[in-house]
């Protein structure tokens, strides 16, 4: 991957590659880690790239607040300095950009890995959707979430709306977005946004703990439940029970030795 990451840098990415650990860190803290779709497109080139080995991503901003969205700059005649012109909604082909720009999220929730969101102050619009696209998110005691896109005459269209839904429920759901309203850290644990709240100062602790902690099950174990638990809402007992049946046969099977 060495040789993207001076275009990663470019627009606003850190990567940071241990082992199993992937850490990406949204790193344009003096725009409160604003995004672009260079930024975007980045990020799914970083899925993309990702070595078979990694089995946690670990999704981080710098500086006082996770993200503040998309930069509003894109909405002005100027532009972001730098960033390519991007096709209106009136050119064909409006969905197929905004479908590039979603590639930049979807593939967080891959069987792969497990991906934790370490969200401290703002995570707004674009942010919050990037968090919610997390299997976990590790919240500190400052984190304030907003799904802020209604309230600038736009829908949420960055994979968030699924996994909002599927957390907090419809009508939970639809009061965020339809009232942009701010959601904290306490709230964010009631609602299910958070697996857990700690104090600001000890959120990198409290991440590299569970971190730890994903990593101490076994490896292929890990990535057939995370499959099966992602596919069980979808199912019926019975389809669940025989993906379990499937899933465990698989998985032994893998094991055994050569030859049986
Ligand atoms: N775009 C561009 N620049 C931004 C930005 C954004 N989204 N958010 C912050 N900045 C810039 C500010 O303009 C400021 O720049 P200067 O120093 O040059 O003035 C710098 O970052 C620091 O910002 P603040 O002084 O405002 O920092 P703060 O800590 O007091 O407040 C904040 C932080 C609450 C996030 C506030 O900056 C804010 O409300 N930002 C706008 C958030 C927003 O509305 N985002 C759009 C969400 S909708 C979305 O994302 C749509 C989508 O998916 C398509």
Same mark, same amino acid.
């Given at each position: 991957?060495?040789?993207?990451?001076?275009?990663?840098?470019? &627009?606003?990415?850190?990567?940071?590659?241990?082992?199993?650990?992937?850490?990406?860190?949204?790193?344009?803290?003096?725009?409160?880690?604003?995004?672009?779709?260079?930024?975007?497109?980045?990020?799914?080139?970083? !899925?993309?790239?990702?070595?078979?080995?990694?089995?946690?991503?670990?999704?981080?901003?710098?500086?006082? *607040? %996770?993200?503040? !969205?998309?930069?509003?700059?894109?909405? *002005? #005649?100027?532009?972001?300095?730098?960033?390519?012109?991007?096709?209106?909604? =009136?050119?064909?082909?409006?969905?197929? %950009?905004?479908?590039?720009?979603?590639?930049?999220?979807?593939?967080?929730?891959?069987?792969?890995?497990?991906?934790?969101?370490?969200?401290?102050?703002?995570?707004?619009?674009?942010?919050?959707?990037?968090?919610?696209? &997390?299997? $976990?998110?590790? $919240?500190?005691?400052?984190?304030?979430? &907003?799904? /802020?896109?209604?309230?600038?005459?736009?829908?949420?269209?960055?994979?968030?709306? /699924?996994?909002?839904?599927?957390?907090?429920?419809?009508?939970?759901?639809?009061?965020? &977005?339809?009232?942009?309203?701010?959601?904290?850290? =306490?709230?964010?644990?009631?609602?299910?946004?958070?697996?857990?709240?700690?104090?600001?100062?000890?959120?990198?602790?409290?991440? #590299?703990?569970?971190?730890?902690?994903?990593?101490?099950?076994?490896? #292929?174990?890990?990535?057939?439940? /995370?499959?099966?638990?992602?596919?069980?809402?979808?199912?019926?007992?019975?389809?669940?029970?025989?993906?379990?049946?499937?899933?465990?046969?698989?998985?032994?099977?893998? /094991?055994?030795?050569?030859? !049986?």
């Amino acid at each position: 991957m060495s040789s993207s990451l001076a275009d990663l840098t470019a &627009c606003g990415l850190d990567l940071a590659v241990e082992d199993t650990v992937a850490t990406i860190t949204l790193s344009r803290p003096e725009r409160r880690n604003a995004m672009t779709p260079a930024m975007w497109h980045g990020l799914a080139q970083v !899925g993309a790239a990702l070595p078979e080995r990694v089995r946690v991503v670990v999704v981080r901003g710098a500086g006082p *607040s %996770f993200s503040a !969205g998309i930069d509003l700059r894109m909405f *002005s #005649a100027e532009g972001v300095p730098g960033e390519q012109r991007q096709p209106s909604a =009136a050119e064909p082909g409006f969905e197929d %950009f905004i479908a590039g720009l979603q590639a930049g999220y979807l593939w967080l929730r891959d069987d792969r890995f497990v991906s934790v969101a370490a969200v401290q102050g703002h995570a707004i619009g674009a942010g919050f959707q990037l968090a919610l696209s &997390c299997d $976990l998110r590790v $919240l500190a005691d400052d984190a304030r979430l &907003c799904m /802020k896109e209604p309230a600038l005459g736009l829908v949420p269209d960055l994979t968030g709306t /699924k996994p909002l839904v599927d957390i907090v429920g419809l009508p939970r759901a639809i009061e965020l &977005c339809l009232t942009a309203r701010t959601v904290g850290a =306490a709230e964010a644990a009631e609602l299910g946004l958070a697996e857990l709240v700690v104090p600001a100062a000890e959120l990198d602790h409290a991440v #590299a703990d569970l971190v730890a902690a994903l990593l101490s099950t076994d490896a #292929a174990a890990a990535r057939a439940t /995370k499959r099966l638990l992602s596919q069980a809402a979808g199912n019926t007992v019975a389809q669940q029970a025989a993906a379990e049946r499937a899933a465990q046969a698989a998985l032994l099977r893998s /094991k055994l030795p050569a030859g !049986g």
